[in-house]
């Protein structure tokens, strides 16, 4: 629920993450904020932290596409310290 209207709601799903998102786009006063909730695979073994760091790219091509204001928030399933977080 929100205060703000929302101006549209998407599901984007991305081919090799094989994970669906919500996108919604809100109309605020200065002009649309875009959201995309995410929550990526959890790393439990080598295969999982693969896909996870797959998702990660193709969340931050995604985001770089977008036009700001644009946030991406969630459960990343990820800490400081593995590589595909500093990247």
């Known amino acids: ?3 703000v209207p929302q101006t549209r709601r998407t599901f984007p799903q991305f081919s090799k993450a094989g994970r669906t998102y919500i996108q919604t786009v809100f109309e605020t006063r200065q002009g649309p904020l ?3 909730g995410v929550h990526t ?4 073994n080598a295969g999982n932290n693969r896909l996870r760091n797959l998702q990660l ?11 700001p204001p644009f946030i991406l928030l969630g459960d990343l399933n990820i800490t400081p310290w593995p590589a595909a977080y500093r990247d």
């Open 1 to 3: 629920l929100s205060r």
């Open 57 to 67: 790219a193709e969340l931050a091509k995604y985001g770089r596409e977008q036009t």
């Open 34 to 36: 875009t959201l995309l």
């Open 41 to 44: 695979q959890s790393a439990l």
